[in-house]
Every structure is written in C-alpha cells, then in structure tokens.
C-alpha cells in the first residue's frame, strides 16, 4: 500500500502561484511514477503532470505548459506541482496519484490522495 497526502492548495488571486506536494508513505517511492490529476466542478477529470521514476523526465499538460512545474524528492518521497500564473480556469481538485506503470490507461492507477482544493479567482 501506498499513503498520499496532498497539501499546499487555497485560494490565490489570478496571476499568482501555489505549491503542491504530495507526501508518499508506504513503499518505495521511487518505484512509483506520479502525476498529479485535477477535477474542477461539473466537469471530467483532466491529467495536469506526470513524472518519471527517478525524475527521469515529465510530461505537462498543453493547458498548463510553461505554467506549471512537475518535480520530485525521493529523499523526502515527496512530489511537488509549482503552479504559477494561475488562472480562474485553474480551479479545481487537484489530486496527486502514484502507480508503477508509465501508461496507464483511463485514470487507473493504483493509488490516490484525498485532494487538496485550488480556487484561483479573476
């Protein structure tokens, strides 16, 4: 098993920034490929950022590129979401999800946080 807490999400104003992180316990953390997945009212689940096992490469959104930052500390099994130049459209849930696999299809991964709620008004 594997425990993920996320924190760092509030409100901010348009143009401003937050920090995510998403402290892993459990198993190894480097053995896991996480991403961060955000949910805003009324509509779908959306992939915001992914990074590889020993931060061996990142992948970002388009909606959120030259935005937001994907990075982690497997010293601390930590992953972190920089998020600046936030837009009203940034608000959401953002969830951070851990899972061995690179490709996982449909949003299935092994392991969840509970979310931390961003509201970034105009």
């Known amino acids: 098993q594997v425990q993920l807490v996320e924190s760092g999400g509030g409100l901010v104003q348009a143009g401003g920034s937050l920090r995510l992180s998403c402290a892993a316990s459990?198993?190894?953390?480097?053995?896991?490929?996480m991403r961060w997945i955000r949910q805003a009212p009324g509509k779908e689940r959306e992939f915001v950022a992914r990074?590889?096992?020993?931060?061996?490469?990142?992948t970002i959104a388009k909606s959120v590129k030259g935005r937001f930052t994907i990075s982690r500390d497997n010293a601390k099994n930590t992953v972190y979401l920089q998020m600046n130049s936030l837009k009203a459209e940034d608000t959401a849930v953002y969830y951070c999800?851990?899972?061995?696999?690179?490709?996982?299809?449909?949003?299935?991964?092994?392991?969840w946080g509970q979310g931390t709620q961003v509201t970034v008004s105009p």
């Open positions: 999800a851990a899972d061995r696999r690179l490709e996982v299809p449909g949003f299935k991964y092994d392991y």
């Open positions: 990074i590889g096992w020993s931060s061996g490469g990142t």
């Open positions: 459990g198993r190894t953390f480097s053995d896991y490929v």
